[in-house]
Nanobody, 121 residues
Framework: QVQLVESGGGSVQPGGSLRLSCAAS????????MGWYRQAPGGEREMVAS???????SNGDSVKGRFTITRDNAHNLVYLHMNSLKPEDTAVYYC???????????????WGQGTLVTVSS
């Protein structure tokens, strides 16, 4: 099994920056796509950004130009660099990964426990 652990959430003023980190752990696995999702209070979970093993990134419309997703394949890490934060970015942010056993062919999805980001003055 693969587990994801997020870190880096917290409170920040509008216009500020934060970097979220997500570490994947387990044994004998490989990870395909990784991504970040968020869920605001009373809202639905939405995709924030995703990235392929080769580094091709996609961002949700609401964060384009402000958030950047990167990954470190050697260490099974993915980051979300958030700039120019707005109050509407307040949400619980979840890391996700699509992974398989080293010897297998089926892919599975796994989610982290979430980390809260609060943007407020």
């Amino acid at each position: 099994q693969v587990q994801l652990v997020e870190s880096g959430g917290g409170s920040v003023q509008p216009g500020g920056s934060l970097r979220l980190s997500c570490a994947a752990s387990g044994s004998r696995f490989s990870i395909h796509d990784m991504g970040w999702y968020r869920q605001a209070p009373g809202g639905e979970r939405e995709m924030v950004a995703s990235i392929t093993p080769g580094g091709f990134a996609s961002n949700g419309d609401s964060v384009k130009g402000r958030f950047t997703i990167t990954r470190d394949n050697a260490h099974n890490l993915v980051y979300l660099h958030m700039n120019s934060l707005k109050p509407e970015d307040t949400a619980v942010y979840y890391c996700s990964a699509n992974w398989k056993h080293t010897w297998g062919s089926s892919y599975f999805d796994v989610w982290g426990q979430g980390t809260l980001v609060t943007v407020s003055s």
